[in-house]
């Protein structure tokens, strides 16, 4: 005869592991997050490198990865371990916080176009093309001419890239979900416009953005590498990986340090933020997971 503790004990064997268990199971989520880890514990301990990233050292420039310097040094004689752990700063924030900033504002303006009346729709629709037909290049060339090279305007720039996309995500996901029954129960019940959206068409759409935005932050270093190579991004002496690889691209026959300074950074954390992207969709997306 079995006993009373044989079902309980089967019953948690049987119990679905966490999302983060599955999540650091699988080999390509446990790559992202360790390549993310080591990225963003570098970030918030540049501090603590071993020299000042603007020190000048002319005497020692271009030198090769000794136990001092341990990724060499610039034309300039500067550290290039201290520039880019003070650089992974610098593109984690504008990354991070412009993909914030860019789905929040195409949620609300996907919310706007699913909930709104039909006309608002159209125009919503008409603005979104219309940001999606300008180059990115060429959006940047714009807007920096008239603001000039700071990082709000290469945050600008992503904001105006990205967030079309969102708010055309959205607003699927909402008309797809506003003729919803449960939908329709809730404004049978009375329910205001401001709960429907907080608390059953956020839950129902954020997965998928959220999925999409860990994906499109390699896109935005990306985004930000390239313009502060061209000279419209960050401005030296403040460090940055674009600026590291115009410089290595620039003394490329002195030493090639720099470019393997300012391109690896950017390639580790590229693949880190795309394996999670891609270990989360497979996580949380339920076809994925049964097959």
């Known amino acids: 005869m079995s006993s009373p503790a044989e079902p309980l004990a089967k019953t948690r064997r049987k119990a679905p592991k966490s999302a983060l268990a599955r999540l650091v ?32 050292n002319p005497v020692n420039r271009f030198m090769a990865p000794t136990g001092l310097h341990w990724l060499g ?6 550290d290039l371990f201290s520039r880019v752990v003070h650089g992974a700063r610098i593109a984690l924030a504008i990354s991070i916080g412009a993909t914030a900033l860019s789905l929040i504002v195409g949620l609300v303006l996907g919310i ?3 909930f709104g009346p039909r006309w608002l729709d159209s125009v919503l629709l008409l603005v979104m093309d219309a940001m999606n037909s300008i180059p990115t290049v060429m959006l940047a060339l714009l807007l ?43 404004r049978a019940i009375g ?5 429907i959206v907080f608390f059953h068409v956020l839950p129902n759409i954020l997965g998928p953005l959220l999925i999409l935005a860990a994906m499109d932050i390699p896109i935005v270093i990306g985004i930000e590498a390239g313009l502060s190579f061209l000279g419209m991004g960050v401005r030296p002496p403040t460090p940055s990986w674009g600026t590291i690889l115009f410089d290595g691209f620039s003394y490329i026959r002195d030493s090639v340090w720099m470019v393997v ?7 580790v954390t590229a693949l880190g933020f795309t394996f999670l992207g891609e270990a989360l969709r497979d996580t949380f997306d339920p076809k994925l997971a049964k097959r």
């Open 25 to 56: 199971s699988d080999p390509l989520g446990l790559a992202g997050l360790v390549l993310i880890v080591l990225t963003v514990s570098a970030a918030l301990l540049a501090d603590f490198a071993l020299w000042d990233p603007a020190k000048l």
């Open 261 to 267: 300074a300012g391109g690896l950074p950017i390639v």
């Open 73 to 78: 040094t610039d034309n300039l004689g500067r």
């Open 112 to 114: 706007l176009a699913g």
């Open 191 to 195: 329910a205001r416009f401001p709960r």
């Open 144 to 186: 920096i001419t008239y603001t000039g090279p700071s990082l709000w305007a290469v945050v600008l720039v992503v904001v105006l890239v990205n967030g079309p996309g969102y708010a055309r995500i959205t607003r699927t996901h909402v008309l797809a979900l506003r003729s919803a029954d449960f939908i329709e129960a809730e």
